[in-house]
C-alpha cells in the first residue's frame, strides 16, 4: 500500500501600508501577541528606555516653542537630559533620579498636550515614567502592555508569521516613511500573486494636523498617500483593500476636548466617533476615481493597543476579502 500525504495548508498574505505613526507595526505586534505567544523579548524594554529619554530631551524644544510652561527649579536637569547621549546612556540611579524630578514638574501639562500633539512618541513617555523602575530593570522580560507602548520607527520591511484558526498567515508591515513609500511598489509586485489583501491605516486621532500642502502631516497625510495607492497602477484591481482607521481610543479622547468640525467645515453632524468615522470614511471613498475599486474597499476601525479589538477588526477584515475573493472568482 502506498502512502498519501496533505499538502501543507496555503499560506495567506497581508501587506501593511499607510503613513508613518499610524499604528501599523502595532496592529502587528499586537497580532503577534495574540497568534505567536512568544516569549517577549528584551529589546522591548530598552526601546521603552530610549523612549523616555526622547520625550525628556523633547521638553526643553517644548517649552521654548510655549507649549509647555516653563518648570521652576529643574534647570539643572533640563541642561542633563538636553545633552544626554540616548544611544549611550544607562538607567542610573541618578539619571532616574533626575528624570522623576523633571517629570513631576512637567507631568500634568504634558499630558494636555497629547492630544493636540502630532509626535508618535508622546504617549510613551508618560507610560514609560509610570512604569520606570520595572523598565530600568533588564533582568526580568517586558509585558504585553511594554511592547504595544513601546515606539520604534520601522525602517525597510519586517514580516511576522502566526497561525490564525489552524491557517498559516504572514504579514508584511512596510515603513510610512517618505523613503520608504518609495518601496512599496516593489513589494506588491513581489507578492502580488499570493497576496490576501492589503491594509491601508489611518490615525483617526490626528484629524487637527497641519493641512499643509507641500508637507501635509496626520489624517491629510494619508489623504494623500491614499489617493496616490488606490488610483493608478500601485495595486491590481484584484487585490481587495481595507481602510483601517486606528486609534480610536485617541479619537474618542481628542473629542472630550476638541471639536471636529473646527477642522472640516463640511462635517455637521455629532461630535462622536461613530459621525466623525462615517464622515472620513465618505472623504477616503471620495478620492477612489473608479467606482469598481471601490466595491473592494472595506473600512474597518480598531486600537491597535487593545487586544480584542484588533482580534475582532483584522478577523471582520480576513472575512470580508476572502468573501470578495469567492465573489470575483464566481464561486
Not at 177 to 191: D, G, P
Not at 259 to 279: H, L, Q, R
Not at 299 to 325: C, H, L, P, Y
Request: contains cysteine.
Amino acid at each position: 500500500m502506498g502512502c498519501t500525504s496533505s499538502a501543507p495548508p496555503r499560506t495567506h498574505y497581508c501587506l501593511n501600508l499607510g503613513p508613518a505613526g499610524a499604528g501599523k507595526s502595532s496592529f502587528v505586534k499586537q497580532l503577534s501577541l495574540l497568534y505567536q505567544g512568544d516569549t517577549p523579548q528584551l529589546e522591548w524594554k530598552q526601546v521603552l528606555q530610549r523612549n523616555i529619554l526622547y520625550g525628556l530631551q523633547e521638553i526643553p524644544e517644548l517649552i521654548k516653542t510655549e507649549v509647555l510652561e516653563e518648570p521652576e527649579n529643574v534647570d539643572k536637569e533640563i541642561e542633563f537630559f538636553s545633552g544626554i547621549d540616548i544611544n549611550k546612556a544607562t538607567f542610573t540611579k541618578d539619571l532616574m533620579k533626575k528624570a522623576r524630578k523633571l517629570w513631576v514638574a512637567v507631568e500634568d501639562a504634558y499630558e494636555t498636550t497629547i492630544t493636540t500633539r502630532h509626535s508618535e512618541f508622546a504617549q510613551a513617555l508618560p507610560y514609560g515614567m509610570k512604569h520606570i523602575d520595572r523598565l530600568a530593570d533588564l533582568s526580568t522580560p517586558p509585558t504585553s502592555e511594554d511592547i504595544l507602548m513601546a515606539r520604534q520607527r520601522t525602517a525597510g520591511v519586517t514580516k511576522s508569521a502566526f497561525t490564525i484558526d489552524g491557517k498559516p498567515w504572514e504579514v508584511t508591515d512596510a515603513g510610512g516613511q517618505a523613503v520608504e513609500q518609495k518601496k512599496w511598489m516593489a513589494q506588491i509586485q513581489q507578492a502580488k500573486e499570493s497576496l490576501d489583501f492589503i491594509v491601508f491605516f489611518s490615525p483617526l486621532d490626528e484629524f487637527d494636523a497641519p493641512k499643509d500642502k507641500k508637507n501635509p502631516k496626520g489624517i491629510h497625510e494619508a489623504f494623500n498617500i491614499w489617493k496616490n495607492t488606490v488610483n493608478g497602477d500601485l495595486v491590481p484591481a484584484n487585490i481587495p483593500i481595507v481602510l483601517m482607521f486606528n486609534k480610536l481610543d485617541l479619537l474618542k479622547a481628542k473629542l472630550q476636548r476638541v471639536e471636529f468640525a473646527d477642522y472640516f467645515k463640511k462635517f455637521k453632524g455629532k461630535n462622536e466617533p461613530d459621525a466623525v468615522i462615517e464622515f472620513l470614511k465618505g472623504e477616503f471613498m471620495s478620492l477612489v476615481d473608479n467606482e469598481s475599486r471601490k466595491k473592494s474597499i472595506f473600512v474597518f476601525s480598531a486600537t491597535a493597543i487593545d487586544a480584542e479589538s484588533v482580534k475582532n477588526s483584522f478577523a471582520a477584515a480576513r472575512q470580508q476579502a476572502v468573501s470578495n475573493a469567492i465573489s470575483d472568482t464566481g464561486l
